[in-house]
């Protein structure tokens, strides 16, 4: 059975982590280069390893392979500390809990994550907030699996693709976001895109980026389903 490869951004599309990822941030910071962080790079619809380049040259520090492994495990460590926290008060976005259970319930779906977090951040987020059981994290693509976010769809297809047995492209694959960068890399990256107004990016924005079906939110869980299946077959 042909499947579809659906591809969900985390921060502001399916959750709102109450502002702990940019917490476990500065608190790596401090670790690595042993000083407060004083200026943090923009961090919509970007992964982790390019937040992370430009933020250590902003604090005149050229980041090196070695620099950038050692800033995601502390960052990884970082985070730990925080998971209670969004336990508490992080919240899973109006219909998101409803669209990841309708759509794992289908065979010809497989259900993972394209997100700029580095992967413990995001398996520590989405189980925080029980979200967990609908993913495949297996064939998803994080925030240091590469600078760029659009070759991150090319990531998560292969690792999908090794494991299904099936070729999946951009016929078969959707990338749910919230921002233009999510549309520009779903578009670069070969997959159709799905853009939510849950985040920085109002409709107009999502719009002009040339994202195939624009929702306000999550909260029809049959539209939402529709308009993946939708985006898929067109």
């Known amino acids: 059975m042909p499947r579809t490869l659906v591809l969900w951004d985390i921060d502001h599309t399916l959750i709102n982590a109450a502002g702990t990822g940019r917490q476990a941030y500065a608190d790596a910071f401090e670790v690595i280069v042993k000083r407060p962080l004083e200026h943090v790079a923009d961090m919509a619809g970007r992964t982790d390893w390019a937040i ?12 090196s392979g070695d620099l950038l492994d050692s800033f995601g495990a502390a960052l990884a460590e970082a985070f730990t500390a925080y998971e209670a926290a969004v336990r ?7 219909g998101a809990r409803e669209a990841l259970e309708a759509l794992s319930r289908r065979d010809d779906v497989v259900q993972s994550v394209l997100t ?26 994080y925030g ?55 985040g920085s990016s109002d409709r ?28 898929s077959d067109s």
């Open 52 to 63: 992370t380049v430009e933020t250590l040259r902003m604090h005149g520090i050229e980041a």
């Open 88 to 94: 508490e008060h992080g919240r899973v976005l109006p």
């Open 116 to 141: 700029g977090n580095i992967q413990p951040i995001a398996i520590g987020k989405l189980t925080a907030l029980d979200l967990d059981r609908f993913i495949d994290f297996e064939v998803g693509a």
């Open 144 to 198: 240091m699996d590469h600078e760029e976010r659009p070759e991150l769809v090319r990531l998560a297809q292969g690792r999908a693709t090794g494991k299904y047995g099936q070729a999946f492209g951009s016929a078969s694959t959707v990338l749910i976001g919230d921002t233009r960068h999510d549309v520009h890399a779903g578009h670069l990256g070969g997959a159709r895109v799905v853009a939510v107004a849950t």
């Open 204 to 231: 107009e924005t999502l719009s002009d980026a040339g994202a195939e079906l624009i929702l306000d939110d999550l909260s029809d869980t049959g539209a939402v389903v529709r308009a993946i299946l939708a985006v």
